[in-house]
């Protein structure tokens, strides 16, 4: 199993960013997928959530701005993050998801948002 | 939203100690409670899903247990590799809530 994310960096307060997560190693197309984001310094904060059959859920501090979506052909999850703020500035994670079990992280790709 | 709070927020213990650390949720879990290990600049690994389940490749001196609100992480032995920030990470309901983590160190 193998997760790596991409897509992050510098954005100004207000703008956009898409982030992809490419995995191999399973079938993708069967599971959940999780984005979770890590403040420097700071702890775990799940952001967004997105089933086999692309159900989504939201974290309140995200709903409206960022959207999760997946192309199960390319074994590919995606975040589009919307009006960005500094307190979005972290790094995302996305991990993997099975009947209540988040096993699979990838490394990681930082997102800094500074003007 | 479900709160987790884990205690204590740093935990020092000598080599080969039996340690012990601890997750609250404000309200009933019905045990969906994983753990994770994050080393420092790396990725969150599971250690321990749905309170007591050991994930494969996780050494058997971890074990947890647990129900309603309080649940607990124990290292039967602790080993130098162990040192680490622990998270848990309740899955009942959404929003999905992590812990905000025990800092584990080597006295």
């Known amino acids: 199993v193998q997760l790596v994310e991409s897509g992050g960096g510098l954005v100004q307060p207000g703008k956009s960013l898409k982030l992809s997560c490419s995995a191999s190693g399973f079938t993708f197309s069967s599971y959940g997928m999780h984005w979770i984001r890590q403040a420097p310094g700071k702890g775990l904060d799940w952001v967004a959530y997105i089933s086999s059959s692309s159900g989504t859920v939201y974290a309140d501090a995200v709903k409206g701005r960022f959207t999760i979506s997946r192309d199960n052909a390319k074994n590919t999850l995606y975040l589009q993050l919307n009006s960005l703020k500094s307190e979005d500035t972290a790094i995302y994670y996305c991990a993997r998801h099975t009947m209540g079990i988040t096993d699979y992280w990838g490394q990681g790709v930082m997102v800094t948002v500074s003007s | 939203d479900i709160q987790m709070t884990q205690s204590p927020s740093v935990l020092s213990a000598s080599v080969g100690d039996r340690v012990t650390l601890n997750c609250k949720a404000s309200?009933?879990?019905?045990?969906?409670l994983n753990w994770y290990q994050q080393k420092l600049g790396e990725a969150p690994k599971l250690l321990i899903y749905?309170?007591?389940n050991l994930q494969t490749g996780i050494p058997s001196r971890f074990s947890g247990s647990g129900s309603g609100t309080d649940y607990t992480l124990t290292i039967s032995s602790l080993q130098p590799e162990d040192v680490a920030t622990y998270f848990c990470f309740q899955h009942n309901s959404w929003p999905l809530t992590f812990g905000s983590g025990t800092k584990l160190e080597i006295k």
């Open positions: 749905n309170t007591n």
């Open positions: 309200q009933n879990i019905n045990k969906y």
